[in-house]
């Protein structure tokens, strides 16, 4: 059974920071790039970053780049997120996904608010 667990979410103040982390099990982690999505209240679910099967080829959505790092450590089926100088804005569900041929592979999501 196909599962991706989320961790790691929380309330924060502006300015501060998060490390979010996704443990995947039921398949061959290694073999799979990684996204994080995010949804917050009314809107449409964002791509944030994805990250190749390797590790080495990482993507970031504008609104991210400098302040998100999305990393993975295959020989513990995780990938993270370090999310730095967090803004309201970045308040959503944060959903770890594994893509794939048909329906991909969605965790539950993990609630990020950033308020004061």
């Known amino acids: 059974q196909v599962q991706l667990v989320e961790s790691g979410g929380g309330l924060v103040q502006p300015g501060g920071s998060l490390r979010l982390s996704c443990v995947a099990s039921?398949?061959?982690?290694?073999?799979?790039?990684m996204r994080w999505y995010r949804q917050a209240p009314g809107k449409e679910r964002e791509l944030v970053p994805a990250?190749?099967?390797?590790?080495?080829?990482?993507n970031y959505a504008d609104s991210t780049k400098g302040r998100f790092t999305i990393s993975r450590d295959n020989a513990k089926n995780t990938v993270y997120l370090q999310m730095n100088s967090l803004k309201p804005e970045d308040t959503a569900v944060y959903y770890c996904?594994?893509?794939?041929?048909?329906?991909?592979?969605w965790g539950r999501g993990t609630q990020v608010t950033v308020s004061s």
């Open positions: 996904n594994a893509p794939r041929l048909g329906a991909d592979y």
């Open positions: 039921g398949f061959t982690f290694s073999s799979r790039a």
């Open positions: 990250i190749s099967s390797t590790g080495v080829s990482t």
